[in-house]
């Protein structure tokens, strides 16, 4: 083989490994990249996992205070209740309330329904 043919192919060698070397450096950042969105996509799992519960949450203490809300209104209504029977229901009320984040302290928009 002549010199000048030798010199043909070490140039196309030296343009291989650099088109190698910017693949290589290509997939790398590809990678970093997989590797942080993957990263991003678990943490929005445990997010839409723990809203997920909290609406469960909401919606049962939602159900909750809606029964004890209706039981009232319909002993009230019949007269069948005294005022010690009206006050346990009202505290049994509060304490739902209370428990579901509501209860009067302020605006959190912890109370039934959510408002």
């Known amino acids: 083989m002549d010199p000048r043919e030798q010199?043909?192919?070490e140039a196309s060698l030296r343009?291989?490994?650099i088109g190698l070397a910017?693949?290589?450096d290509k997939k790398r950042v590809m990678e970093e990249?997989?590797?942080a969105d993957q990263a991003a996509?678990?943490?929005k799992e445990r997010e839409c996992s723990m809203l997920k519960a909290e609406k469960h949450r909401v919606f049962e203490l939602n159900e909750e205070g809606e029964t004890l809300v209706d039981t009232f209104f319909q002993l009230e209504a019949n007269g069948n209740m005294s005022v010690d029977d009206q006050?346990?229901?009202m505290?049994?009320?509060l304490a739902l309330m209370n428990k579901s984040g509501g209860g009067g302290q302020g605006?959190?928009?912890g109370g039934f329904g959510g408002v």
Do not use: P, Q, T
């Open 22 to 24: 910017k693949e290589r």
């Open 91 to 93: 505290d049994a009320i």
């Open 107 to 109: 605006n959190d928009g």
């Open 41 to 43: 996509l678990r943490v």
């Open 15 to 17: 343009l291989f490994e």
């Open 33 to 35: 990249r997989l590797r």
């Open 7 to 9: 010199g043909l192919i």
């Open 87 to 89: 006050n346990s229901m």
